[in-house]
């Protein structure tokens, strides 16, 4: 079974962009996480989503967005880079279905640059 | 959003030694999961817990769930440079989302 897929894997912006990033969770999991991992502050929770709509979200300003598609793929979207920005974005996926203890795959991750 | 406690922040081991890692939580959790991380790579699942007291091995890992099922153990016996890497600990509540630990990063001396 093929696992999270992610793309771009490197991407180089400049300030005041925005960006898109891609997930294609493994066959069957219904459930998209979003992760933002720096040096500094370690993996951190952006959002999940679950049936096309945000379960649960992290403490992100309004910048950091996202959208989950009826096949369970997932984009998020960044606007107005800034410098701080740059990270490994990780996408992870679970089964998730009610009530149902599962486990949670990651992706490889796209290397965010802003200049 | 919450934090695992993890310990110890870094370890650095000769070839051949026992590693010994752990998690806590001030919160239960229903599900721990144990992840090893290279370098811009995305982490990878070592082995995953769902019951209090379980103990479960993945070749030379041991982790367990903790009975209080605030805290998770990993072991590494014999320990190969290609153990080098940094290892998360995460946990769940049902339906809920996952939360991290901070990491250990292991180096190993041949």
């Known amino acids: 079974k093929a696992g999270v897929t992610q793309t771009p894997r490197y991407l180089i912006k400049t300030r005041g962009q925005q960006v898109t990033l891609s997930c294609s969770p493994i066959?069957?999991?219904?459930?998209v996480s979003w992760y933002q991992q720096t040096p500094g502050q370690g993996l951190q929770f952006l959002f999940e989503y679950f049936s096309e709509t945000q379960r649960n979200k992290g403490n992100f300003p309004g910048r950091f967005s996202g959208r989950q598609f009826s096949n369970s793929r997932s984009e998020m979207n960044v606007s107005t880079l800034e410098l701080g920005d740059s990270a490994l974005y990780l996408c992870?996926?679970?089964?998730?279905?009610?009530?149902?203890?599962?486990?949670?795959?990651f992706g490889p991750g796209t290397r965010l640059t802003v200049l | 959003g919450q934090q695992l406690n993890q310990s110890p922040q870094s370890m650095f081991i000769q070839e051949g030694e026992d590693v010994s890692m752990n998690c806590t939580s001030s919160?239960?959790?229903?599900?721990w999961l144990w992840y090893k991380q290279d370098p811009g790579e995305g982490p990878v699942l070592l082995i995953a817990?769902?019951?209090?007291?379980e103990l479960t091995s993945n070749g030379r890992l041991t982790a367990q769930f903790g009975i209080t099922r605030k805290d998770s153990f990993l072991n590494i016996s014999a320990s190969i440079p290609s153990d080098v890497g940094i290892y998360f600990c995460?946990?769940?509540?049902?339906?809920?989302?996952?939360?991290f630990g901070t990491g250990t990063s292991l180096t190993v001396i041949p």
């Open positions: 919160s239960i959790f229903n599900t």
């Open positions: 992870a996926s679970r089964r998730r279905g009610g009530g149902v203890v599962d486990t949670q795959y």
């Open positions: 066959s069957g999991h219904r459930s």
């Open positions: 817990l769902y019951k209090a007291g």
């Open positions: 995460a946990g769940q509540f049902i339906g809920n989302q996952f939360y």
